[in-house]
């Protein structure tokens, strides 16, 4: 199986800084894309940052310019280092690994979640 740590998180002023990190382990052949989503009360889970095996990255225009998504294929770990933080960014925050699994004599590529995190950014 395959097993997706957050960490990071927390709570912090309007303007300032967080940084989450998620590590997959597990029976792992290759990662492609990982990516953060989030949640916030009463609203739909939404993507804020997808980051390929190679390095190509994509943000939801609502983040762009103030929070990197980058990674460490050695340690198949993703970051999410968010600035400017805005009381509108509170929420819990998943990430998302597509995993490729050797299994069964083939193999598998399946979406793994991890267990999310709570970012609160008071105004």
């Known amino acids: 199986q395959v097993q997706l740590v957050e960490s990071g998180g927390g709570l912090v002023q309007a303007g300032g800084s967080l940084g989450l990190s998620c590590a997959a382990s597990?029976?792992?052949?290759?990662?492609?894309?990982m990516s953060w989503y989030r949640q916030a009360p009463g609203k739909q889970r939404e993507l804020v940052a997808a980051?390929?095996?190679?390095?190509?990255?994509n943000y939801a225009d609502s983040v762009k310019g103030r929070f990197t998504i980058s990674r460490d294929n050695d340690k198949n770990t993703v970051y999410l280092q968010m600035n400017s933080l805005k009381p509108e960014d509170t929420a819990v925050y998943y990430c998302?690994?597509?995993?490729?699994?050797?299994?069964?004599?083939?193999?598998?590529?399946?979406?793994?979640w991890g267990q999310g995190t709570q970012v609160t950014v008071s105004s």
């Open positions: 980051v390929t095996s190679g390095g190509s990255s």
């Open positions: 998302n690994a597509a995993v490729t699994r050797y299994t069964r004599g083939g193999y598998y590529t399946n979406d793994y």
């Open positions: 597990g029976s792992i052949f290759n990662i492609n894309a």
